[in-house]
Structures are given as C-alpha cells and as structure tokens.
C-alpha cells in the first residue's frame, strides 16, 4: 500500500506532465491555426469578425405582415401573439375575426 507522501509525490509529478502536455498541445494548435491563416491570407480581424453562417430568413427578421385592420380606427395586428383589445370587443360583440381580414 502506498502513503499518503508517495501519492501527494505522484500527484504532483503527473500535474507538471499534464501542464507540460497541455503547454505543447496548445503551441502545435497555434502553430496550426498560423499556418491555416497564412495559407488562406486571414488575419486576426477576420477571426473575430461576425460569419453570416445562418441561412437566409433565420433568426430574428423583419416586420409581419398585417392580417387584420379594423378600418373604423387604423389599427391593425398581424395574426401572431395575443390578439389586440380592439379585436377582442368587437368579436365580444358579435363580429368575426373575417370581417377585420385585409385583402
């Protein structure tokens, strides 16, 4: 059975080899990383700059379009999220949701 100084010695003798391991793993990837950069004339700005990798119409867009315009006072909703006060007296008093549908 081992003591306890035997395994605090290992310890510390298998740390320095994974920080040395770590240490030269991390230079041979920048060595890379700079070759790949040369050959492909990039510099640090390119790095870090912002890549369009997301396929058009991802991600947040623009404006929806209007489905319903209450024509009586201007207001409109596009069909998506909560519906509108506006809306929801006039179907409350009797209305159809098709009655307000821009054409």
């Not at 030269?24 to 870090?48: C, F």
């Not at 929806?64 to 008093?93: E, M």
Request: glycine share 8%.
């Amino acid at each position: 059975m081992s003591s306890l100084q035997d395994l605090l010695d290992r310890k510390a003798a298998l740390e320095k080899e994974i920080d040395a391991t770590r240490k030269q793993e991390r230079a041979e990837a920048i060595s890379k990383v700079r070759t790949l950069m040369s050959q492909y004339g990039l510099t640090a700005a390119d790095l870090s700059a912002k890549a369009s990798s997301k396929p058009a119409g991802a991600g947040k867009g623009g404006k929806v379009a209007i489905k319903y315009r209450n024509t009586a006072t201007g207001d409109t909703w596009s069909g998506r999220g909560l519906q509108p006060k506006w809306l929801k007296a006039a179907l409350a008093a009797g209305r159809k949701v098709e009655d307000f549908a821009v054409k």
